[in-house]
């Protein structure tokens, strides 16, 4: 299983950016799909997860600006983020539990896409 990750980039503060994350290889099915993020010098930390039936989970800081979702038709997990803060600054790494055919999951980590927030 392989995890495709893409649209980081600079932004200024205040402005928008979405993220997404495209799962491929041999899935029977997927449950829960999430972001993470790692700013320099930090630890990775929970930005928004979502379940395969829709229910989403926000990290504090999020304050309602992020929106995470889901195309399970293609298995993808977007997050769209808005009234980006500098201290929003990191690399935004998905993660995606896989289920496998014989039971048990095994969670995948993409390889991380870079978001800066500066003027």
């Known amino acids: 299983v392989q995890l495709q990750a893409f649209g980081g980039g600079l932004v200024q503060p205040g402005g928008s950016l979405k993220l997404s994350c495209a799962a491929s290889?041999?899935?029977?099915?997927?449950?829960?799909m999430g972001w993470y993020r790692q700013a320099p010098g930090k630890e990775r930390e929970l930005v928004a997860t979502?379940?395969?039936?829709?229910?989403?989970n926000y990290a504090d800081f999020v304050e309602g600006r992020f929106i995470i979702s889901r195309n399970n038709a293609k298995n993808t997990v977007f997050l769209q983020m808005t009234s980006l803060k500098p201290e929003d600054t990191a690399v935004y790494y998905c993660?995606?539990?896989?289920?496998?055919?014989?039971?048990?999951?095994?969670?995948?980590w993409g390889q991380g896409t870079l978001v800066t927030v500066s003027s």
């Open positions: 979502v379940t395969s039936y829709g229910r989403t």
């Open positions: 290889g041999s899935i029977f099915s997927i449950n829960d």
């Open positions: 993660n995606v539990g896989v289920v496998r055919a014989l039971g048990g999951v095994i969670r995948y």
